[in-house]
């Protein structure tokens, strides 16, 4: 049995990518389409739920009194809008995996541009609430003046990864769309595409999750530090010691599930791009645990999130209400 619907392509001897309605693939190209479509319908029913559970953490955020200091509550509402985008991109792949008669080569080929700038958007706020997280910790007394330019490193942020996105994605090689019928992202132009890019999609992730967890490494380090220093003090026993300890294994959950969501999303997301990587057997493997994999990255850090913020630790102290001046109280009485 044969399937033929349009893909993109580059022309010959030229850049230019269009439609090609007269390729036709048979059943050894593709696996059970019937699994694409009930994978296509989880992961719609994913993303609902991913929407939610971004709504939850905004009302978590004003239930502990974070809207006294805006602008760090800034930062969940930029990376939720990153987060929003991606889901309503996967929202879109799933439509076209279960309705392929809609697919068009320039809107999938759009979707595709945006999904990777919302890539690089997204990995460097892991290390910008990494970093936030450090100086909290670090230095509470100077905290609230940092956060105050937090609109401001926000804006920076986004114009840093989004000139980086389109210094990436100004090579046509490297622009990918969603194959409806193989249920993955794939390249427009892969003629054009040097098999050197692997290093670079590679090393982005590892490079921001390794900075993200060396940040982690150095509060760990940090808290355990004012553990030991302040051990003796009753002061510091009764308002901060439980603190410290909640604040301990946070920082341990949230980097470790950080780890593994960012190095696994990154992995079967960018290598399924390489025909070379999966078999044809794997195409269903690619849609229904990749793409799903991603969309459950959302709910899993915004659960861990949601409990740092409704605990009692160190971070969220730092977000109430006079700050310094109960750092202060806390060092006088060591």
Known sequence: MAY????????????????????????????????????????????????????????LALANQMWRNH?????????GLVECITILIHVYSAVITLFPNLFNCNISIFFGISVETAYHISLPHYVALALVRYLSIR????????IKTTVFQIGLLWIFSIALAAL????????????????????????????SWNLYWGMFCVSCTSIALLLYLLCLCKLKQQRHQHRGSFSYKRNSWPCNKKAEKNLIAISLTMTIVLLLENGFWRLCLQENWFHNRLVSFSVSFATLLRCCSTPTLILIVSSELSSNSVFTSCLKRNPPRRERMVNNSS
């Open 4 to 59: 033929g619907f349009a893909v993109c392509q580059c022309e010959k001897n030229s850049s230019v990518i269009v439609s090609n309605y007269t390729a036709l693939y048979d059943e050894e190209h593709i696996t059970s389409y019937g699994f694409l479509s009930a994978g296509s319908s989880l992961m719609v029913s994913v993303a609902l739920v991913c929407l939610f559970m971004e709504i939850y953490v905004l009302k």
């Open 71 to 79: 602008f760090f509550l800034m930062w969940f509402i930029s990376q």
């Open 168 to 195: 990436i994605l100004h090579n046509q090689g490297n622009w990918i769309y969603f194959h409806p019928l193989q249920g993955k992202w794939s390249l427009a132009c892969a003629r054009l595409y040097n098999s």
């Open 139 to 146: 230095n509470p007394m100077q905290f609230t003046k940092y």
